[in-house]
T-cell receptor, first 113, second 117 residues
Framework: ELKVEQNPLFLSMQEGKNYTIYCNYS?????LYWYRQDPGKSLESLFV?????AVKQEGRLMASLDTKARLSTLHITAAVHDLSATYFC?????????????FGQGTRLTINP | NAGVTQTPKFQVLKTGQSMTLQCAQD?????MYWYRQDPGMGLRLIYY???????DKGEVPNGYNVSRLNKREFSLRLESAAPSQTSVYFC????????????????FGEGSRLTVL
């Protein structure tokens, strides 16, 4: 059974600081996704990582994937208040032709002025 | 494009009542999914449909049934609602990855907030 664990689960940080969210998973997979969720809203796709060593960047966020270590990271550079949200990683088990994503618990990020 | 549309957005039920959550997508995706979201537990897969005419159980299927009505629509039914089914339900769709160049990412609806008293 695939387990996906994120840490930390809660993160409060100041604007301008850097930090990293970690996503560990228990079974081999080459596909990992990061999503953002604002309170009361749906999930918005941030990054799609499709192979070992994949690195994607968008603004102050950068995601990477190490399939050998079964680890993905989401790095935040010089945080701003607008990045406050809950971030989920999800690992793909391709079963019977469907993307069966298993989600981590989410990391609630609060960025204070 | 509307993407993935869910109805209703909010619903309050009494224990034992039944209801159906509706989901439709206009992206011509083959695969559709129902997830539930509970505080501190991320999203958990209830049922999925890899393609029209097929459905399969996910991680937490007990108490639910689904119907893949056609390629666009995938409904979730609670036959006899229980307080433990109080949750936010998300429908999603994706394109099949195998042999293709698509990314396989899921596109989510806005969610349906269900309270069972």
């Amino acid at each position: 059974e695939l387990k996906v664990e994120q840490n930390p689960l809660f993160l409060s940080m100041q604007e301008g600081k850097n930090y990293t969210i970690y996503c560990n998973y228990s079974t081999t997979s080459d596909r990992l996704y990061w999503y953002r969720q604002d309170p009361g809203k749906s999930l918005e796709s941030l990054f799609v990582l499709l192979s070992n060593g994949a690195v994607k960047q968008e603004g102050r966020l950068m995601a990477s994937l190490d399939t050998k270590a079964r680890l993905s990271t989401l790095h935040i550079t010089a945080a701003v208040h607008d990045l406050s949200a809950t971030y989920f990683c999800a690992v793909d088990l391709l079963i019977q032709g469907a993307q069966k994503l298993v989600f981590g618990q989410g990391t609630r990020l609060t960025i204070n002025p | 494009n509307a993407g993935v549309t869910q109805t209703p957005k909010f619903q309050v039920l009494k224990t034992g009542q039944s209801m159906t959550l509706q989901c439709a997508q206009d992206m011509n995706h083959n695969s559709m999914y129902w997830y539930r979201q509970d505080p501190g537990m991320g999203l958990r897969l209830i049922y999925y449909s890899a393609s029209e005419g097929t459905t399969d159980k996910g991680e937490v299927p007990n108490g639910y049934n689904v119907s893949r009505l056609n390629k666009r629509e995938f409904s979730l039914r609670l036959e006899s609602a229980a307080p433990s089914q109080t949750s936010v339900y998300f429908c999603a769709s994706s394109e099949v990855v195998a042999g293709g160049s698509n990314t396989g990412e899921l596109f989510f609806g806005e969610g349906s907030r269900l309270t069972v008293l």
